[in-house]
């Protein structure tokens, strides 16, 4: 594979998480390797653990640069940062994206601090790798978790992974399906967890969209109240136009609401499109 496209190049994200707090997703690369070394400095023995199977005692700058600035075609991460008043950068949470030696599918893996669990970094950054790699052509993603993990297998199967347990081995293996219905909603976040995500990307209003609605729903009205009329059990005119255009009012706004649904989805199935 030669380097990736410029769609699988994702631009910094703000996010606002449970806690409140203002963060940056980015891209990792050449020059955050001291961020990286200063975030393992502080995580426990566990995390460390648990992310690579063993304990790494010296995150040397070495190792600190393979993990960030390694072959960006093959292998690419993630993190989400805070800028503290004093200023610099915090890094507090990697997701990683290594390409299987066919290309036909990418190991994800994370590492959240531990001062920061239970924020939704974990599920963001998994979102957004996802994302990298449907851009990037990958058809799925897929991780090996250790059974007794139940965080990160939590975080899988919150975001639609299919976890195989084989009764026999410590292993799950987990695959990840870059295409899944819940892809709708990979440019804004998963609404549940995380709080609401200020993504660059607007949602624009035109004019000429409101228009269009308020044609429809007029249209829509006045062919509801022509049928209703009818049935208005009075033959007093003021009641007929009271009730009658009550009851079509009603209907009008559920077509309202059917039409911006309609119009959601498909612009968020031909944003998926691109
Ligand atoms: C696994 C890990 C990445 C999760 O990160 P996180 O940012 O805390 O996860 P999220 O906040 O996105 O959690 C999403 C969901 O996963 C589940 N989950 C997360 N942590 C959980 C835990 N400790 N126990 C049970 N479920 C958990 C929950 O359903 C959670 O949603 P909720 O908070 O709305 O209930 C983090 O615990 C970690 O870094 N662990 C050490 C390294 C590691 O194990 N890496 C994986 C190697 S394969």
Known sequence: MNSPAPSAILPARLLRLRDGGNY???PLG??????????????SP????ARYGYLIRDMTPERA?????ADPARDLAIGILERPPGGGEILWAI???????????????FLVHDAKRRLGMASYLLIYLRLLGRRRGVPRLFAQVRRENRAMLGVFRKHGGLLHFDPAGEVVEVDIPVRTSK??????PAASSPAAMASPEKKSFSIVELV???VLCAAFFGYIFSLIKGHVPSLDPQMILLWGGLSAGCMTGVFWLALQMVKTVYRFQRANQK
């Open 24 to 26: 940056r997703l980015r």
């Open 30 to 43: 050449p020059g955050d390797e001291p961020l990286v070394r200063e975030m393992f400095a502080s995580l």
């Open 46 to 49: 566990e995390s460390i653990r």
């Open 65 to 69: 640069h393979r993990l960030v600035a």
């Open 95 to 109: 997701g990683r994206l290594v390409h299987a030696p066919d290309n036909r599918s990418a190991e994800c893996a």
């Open 183 to 188: 892809i709708l909603f990979d440019k804004p």
């Open 212 to 214: 269009v609605d308020l």
